[in-house]
């Protein structure tokens, strides 16, 4: 271990650490731009000068240089403050300054540094140099070069993470500029990940684009739903519609990173149309009555089989089970390969939680069909039609319809995936917490209140029943907590 | 004041019939320290002689020869390179030139004695492309050498095999940057490289490279033929050696000069240059090419050339670019021009260079067109002290070095230019839009 | 399509190097020497022969001041504007050019014999003024020098 001081704070790092890490590790932000922990060290904004010694002349970057044994390191000194504000005067002199209409504004790292560590007025009174703006990288990605610092983090996010290189730097000097130089348009499919990684309004999501300011937005920490890889997001809604999913860094999942259909998959869960409270035989129902009504058709369960999506919670799953099982009925799980995955995030199987329906005892659907009378469809699930063919009586319990719930002797309300909480578990065993981005609006109860309530209520609330699963030994329900890492700033 | 007189070492056949040909060189006694060395002396012991002699860096940064070679770290497994650097792009030097134009093996006899010390097996010579005729006669050396065995395969049966390869830029000044020159080579855009790790031990393809300046490697066959004393002897006992001086601007006879250090600057604009053109006073001296800090008149007088001295008065050697101005010369268009060369060589690569050198331009061509302003000069100098120490390799630090020192000392003029605008009215006015109050 | 002599000599000039990439600033020297200047073809066929991307030489192509991705005269002249050149008459030659040509900073002659640039400092500081035309210097320059040299390059 190698002990160094930190504006007179001692820390202990591994050798090899960086002063930028080793800083961060003990709290004390160090600004920076062109640095990024998933993508590496350029040293070229030079934002994140500190002193080392007593060397007021020649500062040091943080991201590059390693931790020494009793290395004295000043973040905040004279010097440090003063380059640190020439740095930012430096990024700003050319730059549009139209914070007023672009997209970045409010989570730009140029606003936030400037505002905590910048220079208050301007001293520069020249024309400012103009650039090309209004690029079309691709369908997806929109560039301003004029709002561009040159970092560089997009370039390197290509060569580093994708190891291919459709963007690059051409000319020298204040003429440099990020260009696809004489490639096409960007077709990588985890191209939209340099958005959310340029630290300026240079590259926006031209889906996004002038949707709405973010601080009007409500955020919530959650996971895609689009696949068990299971990518940690902050979704994005304004007054009850999602606009945006973006990446949430977690570095044993989807590090800073998560694939654009994933990223686009947000537009799915704002439904037009939706179901809303109990109907039976089609009509308009009480939820008690149409309770009461499932469990008649159930009977004593013989020939009745639960086909839960694996979309659903930990928490729903084990609500359901706890009733199914006491009902006697057989418990199924199907999921939907809909897309095929990629060697890097996306995974075949395009639900977030079959580890969690696997691990709770539910079963894939038999290749012989399972002689059944009756179906309980739990979720939104594409069920296979051979499952549907001769049954007295279809539950369905899901956000929409569809052609099924109007064939249902009983349809139930559900949620989206975006309007619970509770809990997946992804393809490599990870318990992941999720919370809801949207309100369901009445009508729609919590998905495992329905389970809670034909089975008898027990857990007054999700707390209880998740108590309860972590009690029961050898249940998936006993990793719950491990949760991702607590929502941290944007990649 | 006693007259100068050259001390043609490095410069001693330049002149010569067909000084550049390999039977020219060798009718000398060329190669023969080379051959020499391969065959009595170990690797260390070179090193250790070039240490011994005091020999400085030529390129501009002056630093030991010696020590730098002994970087390279012994046992190493990968290939061990020389970069030999002919860029010679900073303004006032064209001393490399007459080296690769006219006596281009005593270059190439350097590259061998080098090689051989640091370990190397290849050698690239890298020569900026504007040096047609450098690279014509390198070019064809190279060939002679080869043809004579004195390049290849167990040169004169030593078992030391060496490779040499000419290579070309295209114009930038920031591959003189040795690291910028590495990436030059490599084919990649030419930025400046981090340091640590040093090219000594992570250079050219990954491997531990020697970056030397022409003039340095020319040197090597006259010390290890004459001895590391006789080297050491030579001049300034500080800072010793026989350098080549290039003289341009307003002397009756500009053009490069081989002198000892400590030699007083006076002196030689009095005596082998002629004095100044057409009778005129000295203004000023720029003394170690374009970078560094500019010297008046009055220390021009008191200043011998080497680097105790040029540490007193707080300025370089440098690459020897002696730089030499007239009363004519109007400071703030001088300091423009150089100011334009360095924001247009500028790689783009770091914040304050990319973005300051630019902005120093602008302001500085305001202050020159009568509109500068009562703070423009604070304003520059703050300006300039974000920029210096701030970046990965020194050209903003050559950038500011001279403007500091021009504005700090021939401030009047800037002055005068900036009341003169107060008085017209004209203060502020653009180049620029002025941006809103307040605003960048 | 690059001639085959250029491929060759680009093919060679790999073999000087551990990676081909390195001989890219040579190759397109070399290849700017036969073509006048390196028009988007050129480069993607530079690239090939060099296992690099089209974008990796066009990032290079851009960077370098003496490597032209614009079409450019049959000669093409650069003047030294830096310190040493202005202060002993090359600010009179530039003007000199520009009046004669008739052509600004890179513009090229209209009957496209002539492209004028200016350099930066060309290492012949103590000759000034001093120009290339057609990357041969030219130094100590009289106006009248150069009319001849202007004459001479047909």
């Given at each position: 271990?190698?002990?160094l001081?930190?504006n007179g704070?001692?820390?202990?790092?591994q050798p090899?650490?960086?002063?930028i890490e080793?800083?961060?590790?003990i709290?004390?932000e160090?600004?920076h731009?062109?640095?990024h922990?998933?993508?590496?060290?350029?040293?070229?904004?030079r934002?994140?000068l500190v002193?080392?010694g007593a060397?007021?002349?020649k500062?040091?970057?943080s991201?590059?240089?390693?931790?020494?044994?009793g290395?004295?390191?000043q973040?905040?000194s004279?010097?440090?403050?003063k380059?640190?504000?020439g740095v930012?005067?430096f990024l700003?002199?050319?730059h549009?300054l139209?914070c007023?209409?672009?997209d970045q504004?409010?989570?730009c790292?140029l606003?936030?540094?400037t505002y905590?560590f910048?220079?208050?007025?301007?001293?520069?009174?020249e024309h400012?140099?103009?650039?090309?703006?209004?690029v079309?990288?691709s369908d997806q990605?929109?560039?301003d070069?004029?709002r561009?610092?040159?970092?560089t983090r997009?370039v390197r996010f290509?060569?580093t993470?994708r190891?291919?290189?459709p963007?690059?730097?051409?000319?020298?000097?204040?003429?440099s500029?990020?260009?696809?130089?004489?490639?096409?348009?960007l077709t990588?499919?985890?191209?939209?990940?340099?958005?959310?990684?340029?630290p300026v309004?240079?590259?926006t999501s031209?889906?996004?684009?002038f949707k709405q300011?973010v601080?009007?937005?409500?955020?919530a920490?959650t996971?895609?739903?689009g696949c068990?890889r299971?990518?940690n997001i902050?979704a994005?809604?304004?007054?009850?519609?999602?606009l945006?999913?973006v990446p949430?860094r977690n570095p044993?999942?989807n590090?800073s990173?998560?694939?654009?259909?994933?990223?686009l998959?947000?537009?799915q869960?704002?439904?037009?149309?939706?179901v809303r409270?109990?109907?039976i035989?089609?009509?308009?129902a009480e939820?008690?009555?149409?309770l009461?009504r499932v469990?008649?058709l159930?009977g004593?369960?013989?020939?009745?089989?639960?086909?839960a999506?694996?979309?659903?919670?930990c928490e729903?799953?084990?609500?359901?089970?706890?009733w199914a099982g006491?009902?006697?009925?057989?418990l199924?799980w199907?999921?939907?390969?809909?897309w095929a995955?990629d060697d890097?995030?996306?995974?075949?199987?395009?639900?977030?939680n079959?580890?969690?329906?696997?691990?709770l005892g539910?079963v894939?659907?038999?290749?012989?069909r399972p002689?059944l009378?009756?179906?309980i469809?739990?979720?939104d699930?594409?069920?296979?039609?051979a499952l549907?063919a001769?049954l007295d009586f279809?539950?369905l319990?899901?956000?929409?319809?569809g052609?099924l719930?109007?064939a249902?002797?009983?349809?139930l309300p559900?949620?989206?995936?975006?309007?619970?909480k509770?809990?997946?578990i992804n393809?490599?065993?990870?318990?992941q917490?999720i919370?809801?981005?949207?309100?369901a609006?009445?009508?729609?109860?919590?998905?495992w209140?329905l389970w809670r309530?034909?089975h008898?209520?027990?857990?007054p609330?999700?707390?209880h029943?998740?108590?309860?699963m972590?009690?029961?030994?050898?249940?998936?329900?006993?990793?719950v907590?491990q949760?991702a890492q607590?929502?941290g700033s944007?990649p | 004041?006693?007259?100068?007189?050259?001390s043609?070492v490095?410069?001693a056949r330049f002149g010569k019939p067909?000084?550049w040909t390999l039977a020219?060189y060798r009718a000398d006694?060329?190669?023969?320290?080379f051959?020499?060395v391969l065959k009595?002396?170990?690797?260390?012991?070179?090193?250790?002689?070039?240490?011994?002699s005091?020999l400085?860096?030529?390129g501009?940064a002056?630093f030991?020869?010696?020590m730098?070679w002994?970087?390279?770290p012994k046992?190493t497994t990968?290939?061990?390179?020389?970069c030999?650097?002919g860029?010679e792009?900073?303004p006032g030097?064209?001393k490399?030139?007459q080296?690769?134009?006219?006596?281009?093996?005593?270059?190439?006899?350097?590259?061998?004695?080098?090689c051989f010390?640091?370990?190397?097996?290849?050698a690239?010579v890298?020569?900026?492309?504007?040096?047609?005729?450098?690279?014509?006669k390198?070019?064809?050396a190279i060939k002679?050498?080869?043809?004579a065995g004195?390049?290849g395969?167990n040169?004169?049966g030593s078992?030391f095999?060496?490779d040499?390869h000419?290579?070309?830029?295209?114009g930038?000044y920031i591959?003189?940057?040795?690291?910028?020159?590495?990436?030059?080579i490599e084919g990649v855009?030419?930025?400046?490289?981090?340091?640590?790790?040093?090219p000594?031990?992570?250079?050219?393809f990954?491997?531990?490279?020697?970056?030397n300046?022409v003039?340095?490697i020319?040197?090597i066959?006259?010390?290890?033929?004459?001895?590391a004393?006789?080297h050491?002897g030579l001049?300034?006992?500080?800072?010793?050696g026989?350098?080549?001086w290039?003289?341009s601007?307003?002397v009756?006879k500009?053009?490069?000069?081989e002198?000892?250090?400590?030699?007083?600057?006076?002196?030689?604009?009095?005596?082998?240059?002629?004095?100044m053109?057409?009778?005129?006073?000295?203004?000023?001296v720029?003394?170690g090419g374009?970078?560094s800090?500019v010297l008046?008149?009055?220390?021009v007088?008191t200043?011998?050339m080497d680097?105790?001295c040029?540490?007193?008065?707080?300025?370089?050697?440098?690459?020897?670019?002696?730089?030499v101005?007239d009363?004519?010369v109007d400071?703030?268009?001088?300091v423009l021009?150089?100011m334009?060369?360095?924001?247009?060589?500028?790689?783009?690569?770091c914040?304050?260079?990319?973005?300051?050198?630019p902005?120093?331009?602008?302001?500085?061509s305001?202050?020159a067109h009568g509109?500068?302003?009562?703070q423009d000069?604070?304003?520059?100098l703050?300006?300039?002290?974000?920029?210096?120490?701030?970046?990965v390799c020194?050209l903003?630090?050559g950038?500011?070095?001279?403007?500091?020192?021009?504005?700090?000392?021939?401030r009047?003029?800037?002055?005068?230019k900036?009341?003169a605008?107060?008085r017209?009215?004209?203060?502020g006015?653009p180049t620029?839009v002025?941006?809103?109050?307040?605003?960048? | 399509?690059l001639?085959e002599?250029?491929?060759?000599?680009?093919?060679?000039?790999?073999?000087?190097?551990?990676?081909?990439?390195a001989?890219?600033?040579?190759?397109?020297?070399?290849?700017?020497?036969?073509?006048g200047w390196?028009?988007?073809?050129?480069?993607t066929?530079?690239?090939?022969l060099l296992?690099?991307?089209?974008?990796?030489?066009h990032?290079?192509v851009?960077?370098?001041?003496?490597?032209?991705?614009k079409?450019?005269?049959r000669?093409?002249i650069?003047v030294?504007?830096?310190?040493?050149?202005?202060a002993?008459?090359?600010?009179?030659?530039w003007?000199h050019l520009e009046?004669?040509?008739g052509?600004?900073?890179?513009?090229?002659?209209?009957?496209?014999?002539f492209t004028l640039m200016?350099a930066e400092c060309?290492?012949s500081?103590?000759?000034?003024?001093?120009?290339l035309l057609?990357?041969?210097?030219?130094e100590?320059?009289?106006h009248?020098?150069?009319?001849?040299l202007l004459?001479?390059a047909r």
């Amino acid at each position: 271990m190698i002990t160094l001081s930190i504006n007179g704070r001692k820390v202990e790092v591994q050798p090899g650490t960086t002063v930028i890490e080793a800083a961060s590790a003990i709290g004390i932000e160090i600004p920076h731009y062109c640095y990024h922990k998933d993508i590496g060290v350029d040293g070229n904004c030079r934002m994140c000068l500190v002193q080392v010694g007593a060397n007021t002349r020649k500062l040091q970057i943080s991201c590059m240089i390693p931790c020494s044994e009793g290395m004295d390191v000043q973040t905040e000194s004279p010097a440090v403050i003063k380059a640190r504000k020439g740095v930012l005067e430096f990024l700003l002199i050319n730059h549009p300054l139209d914070c007023t209409i672009c997209d970045q504004a409010g989570e730009c790292p140029l606003q936030d540094y400037t505002y905590r560590f910048g220079p208050g007025d301007s001293r520069f009174t020249e024309h400012k140099q103009n650039k090309p703006k209004t690029v079309e990288f691709s369908d997806q990605v929109m560039f301003d070069g004029e709002r561009c610092i040159l970092c560089t983090r997009c370039v390197r996010f290509f060569e580093t993470v994708r190891h291919e290189k459709p963007l690059g730097v051409e000319n020298m000097g204040g003429k440099s500029l990020i260009t696809l130089g004489p490639n096409g348009p960007l077709t990588d499919p985890y191209q939209m990940n340099i958005i959310d990684i340029c630290p300026v309004g240079a590259l926006t999501s031209r889906d996004f684009r002038f949707k709405q300011r973010v601080w009007f937005m409500d955020f919530a920490d959650t996971v895609c739903p689009g696949c068990s890889r299971g990518c940690n997001i902050t979704a994005g809604a304004y007054q009850g519609k999602l606009l945006r999913f973006v990446p949430r860094r977690n570095p044993e999942v989807n590090k800073s990173w998560m694939c654009d259909d994933g990223r686009l998959s947000y537009k799915q869960y704002n439904l037009d149309e939706r179901v809303r409270g109990a109907h039976i035989a089609g009509e308009p129902a009480e939820t008690g009555a149409a309770l009461a009504r499932v469990s008649e058709l159930v009977g004593d369960g013989n020939g009745v089989a639960v086909l839960a999506s694996t979309k659903n919670t930990c928490e729903e799953l084990y609500a359901l089970k706890a009733w199914a099982g006491h009902a006697g009925i057989a418990l199924l799980w199907h999921g939907a390969a809909s897309w095929a995955g990629d060697d890097f995030l996306k995974l075949p199987d395009a639900t977030p939680n079959t580890a969690g329906a696997q691990g709770l005892g539910f079963v894939p659907v038999p290749g012989n069909r399972p002689r059944l009378r009756g179906l309980i469809v739990a979720g939104d699930v594409a069920v296979p039609p051979a499952l549907l063919a001769d049954l007295d009586f279809v539950v369905l319990q899901a956000p929409v319809a569809g052609m099924l719930g109007a064939a249902a002797s009983v349809l139930l309300p559900g949620r989206t995936a975006l309007e619970k909480k509770g809990t997946w578990i992804n393809a490599q065993g990870l318990v992941q917490r999720i919370r809801p981005a949207l309100d369901a609006g009445p009508g729609v109860p919590e998905d495992w209140t329905l389970w809670r309530d034909l089975h008898g209520g027990h857990w007054p609330t999700l707390q209880h029943l998740q108590s309860e699963m972590a009690r029961v030994a050898g249940a998936s329900g006993g990793k719950v907590e491990q949760a991702a890492q607590p929502a941290g700033s944007r990649p | 004041m006693s007259a100068l007189t050259e001390s043609r070492v490095i410069s001693a056949r330049f002149g010569k019939p067909q000084s550049w040909t390999l039977a020219s060189y060798r009718a000398d006694g060329g190669y023969e320290t080379f051959l020499s060395v391969l065959k009595t002396k170990k690797p260390d012991e070179v090193i250790a002689e070039v240490k011994a002699s005091g020999l400085k860096g030529r390129g501009g940064a002056g630093f030991s020869t010696g020590m730098k070679w002994s970087f390279v770290p012994k046992g190493t497994t990968k290939p061990v390179y020389l970069c030999v650097n002919g860029d010679e792009s900073e303004p006032g030097t064209f001393k490399d030139r007459q080296i690769v134009e006219m006596d281009p093996h005593q270059l190439l006899e350097g590259v061998g004695i080098t090689c051989f010390a640091i370990g190397a097996h290849t050698a690239y010579v890298y020569l900026r492309c504007e040096f047609a005729e450098g690279l014509r006669k390198v070019g064809a050396a190279i060939k002679e050498a080869y043809a004579a065995g004195l390049f290849g395969k167990n040169i004169g049966g030593s078992g030391f095999d060496l490779d040499v390869h000419l290579h070309m830029g295209a114009g930038a000044y920031i591959c003189g940057e040795e690291t910028s020159l590495l990436n030059s080579i490599e084919g990649v855009r030419p930025y400046p490289r981090n340091k640590p790790p040093f090219p000594a031990v992570e250079g050219l393809f990954g491997c531990p490279t020697i970056i030397n300046n022409v003039e340095t490697i020319a040197n090597i066959p006259h010390i290890m033929k004459r001895g590391a004393a006789w080297h050491a002897g030579l001049g300034h006992k500080e800072d010793p050696g026989s350098r080549l001086w290039c003289v341009s601007g307003h002397v009756n006879k500009p053009g490069v000069y081989e002198l000892e250090t400590g030699y007083s600057l006076q002196a030689l604009i009095d005596g082998l240059c002629g004095g100044m053109r057409r009778g005129k006073k000295l203004k000023c001296v720029i003394p170690g090419g374009s970078s560094s800090r500019v010297l008046t008149a009055d220390e021009v007088r008191t200043v011998t050339m080497d680097v105790p001295c040029m540490k007193r008065v707080n300025s370089s050697l440098g690459s020897a670019g002696i730089i030499v101005l007239d009363e004519s010369v109007d400071m703030v268009d001088a300091v423009l021009n150089l100011m334009k060369f360095y924001a247009h060589e500028s790689c783009g690569q770091c914040t304050p260079c990319r973005e300051g050198s630019p902005w120093l331009v602008k302001i500085l061509s305001r202050i020159a067109h009568g509109q500068g302003r009562p703070q423009d000069l604070e304003l520059i100098l703050d300006i300039a002290d974000n920029m210096e120490g701030r970046t990965v390799c020194a050209l903003a630090d050559g950038a500011c070095w001279p403007l500091i020192s021009i504005l700090t000392k021939f401030r009047h003029e800037f002055q005068a230019k900036i009341d003169a605008a107060a008085r017209s009215g004209a203060a502020g006015a653009p180049t620029g839009v002025r941006a809103p109050a307040g605003a960048h | 399509m690059l001639p085959e002599t250029l491929k060759s000599e680009i093919v060679e000039l790999t073999s000087h190097y551990p990676h081909a990439r390195a001989a890219l600033v040579p190759a397109l020297r070399a290849a700017q020497r036969d073509l006048g200047w390196l028009g988007k073809e050129t480069q993607t066929e530079v690239a090939s022969l060099l296992g690099i991307t089209a974008l990796e030489v066009h990032e290079v192509v851009s960077f370098y001041p003496m490597l032209y991705d614009k079409p450019v005269g049959r000669h093409v002249i650069h003047v030294c504007r830096t310190l040493s050149c202005d202060a002993c008459g090359g600010k009179e030659l530039w003007k000199h050019l520009e009046s004669k040509l008739g052509v600004t900073r890179g513009g090229t002659t209209a009957d496209g014999r002539f492209t004028l640039m200016s350099a930066e400092c060309l290492a012949s500081c103590g000759t000034a003024p001093v120009l290339l035309l057609d990357n041969e210097r030219h130094e100590n320059l009289s106006h009248a020098q150069v009319d001849k040299l202007l004459e001479a390059a047909r």
